[in-house]
């Protein structure tokens, strides 16, 4: 009886010590795989990106994390005269240039692209980022028609418009689109419809 006892009691502390020395292990080899197999350091020398909604959120922390990295960001605002783009200007190094975009005008966008064309000097447009969104309306009843174009304008076509005109230089460099957008594009939520039109 004693002797089954402690049989059971040694199973279990082998078995426990076993799972803990297999985390360790697996976690050891994971990283590992990781950094050696798929953590591909960019280095930015030499290379720039654009990222639209730069005014606040998201975009704004982008543009700052990028700057701070060393690339070059072309840090396009909706208000370039704005508060966003004034503390940007502030409080990023002087390789971050603040350019004026409304992406849902062709012109804006055309006009942007120049602005980069001619400030890109010796770097390569490594990414853009389509960052810019807005998110207006309730349910239909409580939302205007204008609410509904203004969602699809921005969030939808304007990535479209915007990586249209920046696909040349993208290709050039072989770098990358990065679209930032939302479940609300999936997943459909009460009281969010214009949203979930794009
Ligand atoms: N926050 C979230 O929980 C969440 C969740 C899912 C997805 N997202 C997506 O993340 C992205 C950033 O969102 P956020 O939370 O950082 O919101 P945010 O602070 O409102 O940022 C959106 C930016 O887009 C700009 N913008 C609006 N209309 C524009 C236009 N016509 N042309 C150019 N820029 C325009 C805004 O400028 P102004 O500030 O001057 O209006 C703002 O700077 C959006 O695409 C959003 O759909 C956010």
């Excluded at 290379?47 to 909604?53: H, L, Q």
């Excluded at 960052?131 to 207006?136: D, I, L, P, Q, R």
């Excluded at 309306?137 to 609410?147: A, D």
Aim: charged share 20%; aromatic share 10%; hydrophobic share 45%.
């Amino acid at each position: 009886m004693e002797l089954g006892n402690d049989v059971s009691t040694f199973r279990r502390t082998y078995k426990t010590v076993f799972a803990v020395f297999r985390l360790i292990f697996q976690g050891i080899f994971n990283g590992i795989i990781k950094t050696f197999l798929f953590w591909k350091h960019v280095k930015p020398e030499g290379k720039a990106v654009f990222i639209t909604g730069c005014d606040s959120g998201f975009g704004n922390a982008t543009a700052r994390k990028l700057d701070a990295k060393g690339f070059h960001v072309f840090a396009a605002c909706l208000f370039p005269l704005g508060p966003g783009a004034a503390q940007l200007n502030q409080e990023t190094s002087e390789r971050l240039k603040i350019v004026g975009l409304d992406v849902t005008s062709e012109e804006s966008v055309l006009k942007a692209l120049e602005f980069v064309k001619n400030n890109l000097g010796h770097c390569i447009i490594w990414a853009i980022i389509n960052n810019a969104g807005v998110y207006k309306g309730l349910s239909v009843e409580f939302s205007t028609l204008q609410e509904f174009r203004d969602c699809v304008e921005v969030n939808a076509f304007g990535p479209i418009r915007v990586t249209k005109a920046f696909l040349p230089l993208i290709r050039k460099s072989k770098g990358r689109v990065v679209n930032v957008t939302s479940m609300g594009g999936r997943v459909a939520a009460p009281n969010m419809t214009p949203l979930h039109s794009e």
